[in-house]
């Protein structure tokens, strides 16, 4: 089945720097790669996603990258701001499956 | 609407003791799933479901029971609760099933102590 590894575990940026977490993933069959955001105490909320046939998504300060032949992708978020302090998961799903494997998430902290 | 629900907010279980976590959306969808989130461990899918009557398991479906009589309605069994199911407990839906490559939404949780 398939597995997703996520890093790092936690990241500390001063505000305005840019974050990058890292995810990789074991099926080549996966096809679909979204991302969520969890505030201390709420629930997890999508805030972008990127297809396999897409290299390269952005909407606004956030964008994601995808490298097929390496399988990893990865969540770049420029001009950080304290309110993008949260945990942030990627995940992984294929065509042929309804399991939709998380990461173990990244803590990003964001110090003004 | 009130998108994704669940009851209770927080529990507090015995060893042995069993228990049903609920879960409801009123937003049609189809598909349905339970994660588990522990620290470090991240979110881990129990068990999933694509449509009424229909359900399948996850990545750590042992000590746990569903079933989807409706589509609305998608209810977790603990039967003999273990302190090793201590987490906190996530329900989500969504449209269709996780292939089709479609947004998540993610109930408020459930905390679970087991003592």
């Known amino acids: 089945g398939e597995n997703v590894e996520q890093h790092p575990s936690t990241l500390s940026v001063q505000e305005g720097d840019s974050a990058v977490i890292k995810c990789t993933y074991s099926?080549?069959?996966?096809?679909?790669f979204p991302w969520y955001k969890q505030e201390l105490g709420k629930r997890p909320q999508l805030i972008i996603d990127?297809?396999?046939?897409?290299g390269e998504k952005k909407d606004q300060r956030i964008a994601v990258t995808l490298n097929k032949t390496a399988k990893h992708f990865s969540l770049h978020i420029t001009e950080t701001q304290p309110e993008d302090s949260a945990v942030y998961f990627c995940?992984?799903?294929?065509?042929?499956?309804?399991?939709?494997?998380f990461g173990t998430g990244t803590r990003l902290q964001v110090f003004p | 609407n009130a998108g994704v629900t669940q009851t209770p907010k927080f529990q507090v279980l015995k060893t042995g003791q069993s228990m049903t976590l609920q879960c409801a959306q009123d937003?049609?969808?189809?598909?349905m799933s339970w994660y588990r989130q522990d620290p470090g461990m991240g979110l881990r899918l129990i068990h999933y479901?694509?449509?009424?009557?229909?359900?399948d398991q996850g990545e750590v479906p042992n000590g746990y029971n569903v079933s989807r009589s409706t589509t609305e309605d998608f209810p977790l069994r603990l039967l003999s609760a273990a302190p090793s199911q201590t987490s906190v407990y996530f329900c989500?839906?969504?449209?269709?099933?996780?292939?089709?490559?479609?947004?998540?939404?993610f109930g408020p949780g459930t905390r679970l102590t087991v003592t």
């Open positions: 989500a839906s969504s449209p269709r099933g996780a292939e089709g490559g479609h947004e998540q939404y």
């Open positions: 099926d080549s069959a996966s096809n679909y």
């Open positions: 990127i297809r396999s046939n897409v």
């Open positions: 995940a992984a799903t294929s065509y042929n499956t309804d399991k939709l494997i």
């Open positions: 937003m049609n969808h189809e598909y």
């Open positions: 479901s694509v449509g009424a009557g229909i359900t």
